[in-house]
């Protein structure tokens, strides 16, 4: 059963990459990327937990190639592993050239969230 739930909670965004979104180096903003991962890493705990979730910790992030205008970026979201207070999501995102076939890693980091409660006090997964 786990298995298929922590499946069913993987999340895929896909974001075209537009000359507004570029830094002096002609590549996406490194706080770009990180914004939308620890999105995409939220919403993959939520669909998860269906509980509120809060990023408590961001490790292990690697730029390992620059994300230029004119490429399409897919962000995937996966559960990597589950405890009592925490669940930790590794977020990668992949780089597609618009009109080619080449594909490749850019971006990945492992994500901790944990659950909290309406005073925002991390409490025990379901």
């Known amino acids: 059963m786990c298995e298929i739930k922590i499946k069913n909670a993987e999340t895929r965004q896909f974001k075209a990459i537009f000359p507004n979104t570029l830094n ?3 590549s996406l903003f490194g706080g770009t990327a990180m ?3 620890d999105e995409v890493a939220y919403i993959t705990a939520t669909r998860f937990t269906k509980m ?3 990023t408590l910790s961001v490790e292990k992030t690697q730029f390992l190639a620059a ?3 004119g490429t399409i970026v897919e962000i995937i ?22 009109y080619t076939e080449n594909r490749k890693k850019a971006v990945e980091s492992l994500f901790t969230l944990v659950s909290v409660n309406e005073n925002h006090k991390p ?4």
């Open 67 to 69: 994300i230029k205008a």
């Open 24 to 26: 002096a180096n002609d």
């Open 35 to 37: 914004q939308w991962m």
């Open 77 to 98: 979201g996966k559960i990597v592993n589950v405890g009592k207070l925490k669940i930790e999501v590794l977020v990668e995102i992949f780089v597609e050239e618009m």
């Open 123 to 126: 409490v025990r997964m379901k």
């Open 52 to 54: 509120k979730m809060v």
